[in-house]
């Protein structure tokens, strides 16, 4: 049975960092898909950032590119996301997924398998 743990969500001020860290336990599969999802308040979730383990291939939603990195820990299976230049529209729930196989639109949520409880980032201005 696969289990997403999330950990290192808080509250920053605008500009500020943070890095998210997901940590899986049991069997995701190979090739497979991990990342991060994030639900505003009053919006529905949306798509963040994914590493595929073909190629080490990362997918960015267009929101985050150049703010934020993923990266991933294949040893220890953990996935990290380092938010950067936080802005108050980043508030959000962050949640990490995983799926094995082939996504032809990785940033999909209704395409992931397995989910955590989810991490809360609050960016204040």
């Known amino acids: 049975q696969v289990q997403l743990v999330e950990s290192g969500g808080g509250s920053v001020q605008a500009g500020g960092s943070l890095r998210l860290s997901c940590a899986a336990s049991g069997n995701l599969g190979s090739p497979n898909y991990m990342g991060w999802f994030r639900q505003g308040p009053g919006k529905e979730r949306e798509g963040v950032a994914i590493f595929y383990t073909t190629n080490r291939t990362t997918y960015y939603a267009d929101f985050v590119k150049g703010r934020f990195t993923i990266s991933r820990d294949s040893t220890q299976n953990t996935v990290y996301l380092q938010l950067n230049s936080l802005k108050p529209e980043d508030t959000a729930m962050y949640y990490c997924?995983?799926?094995?196989?082939?996504?032809?639109?990785?940033?999909?949520?209704?395409?992931?398998?397995?989910w955590g409880q989810g991490t809360q980032v609050t960016v204040s201005s």
């Open positions: 997924a995983a799926r094995p196989g082939w996504l032809r639109y990785p940033l999909r949520e209704s395409d992931y398998k397995y």
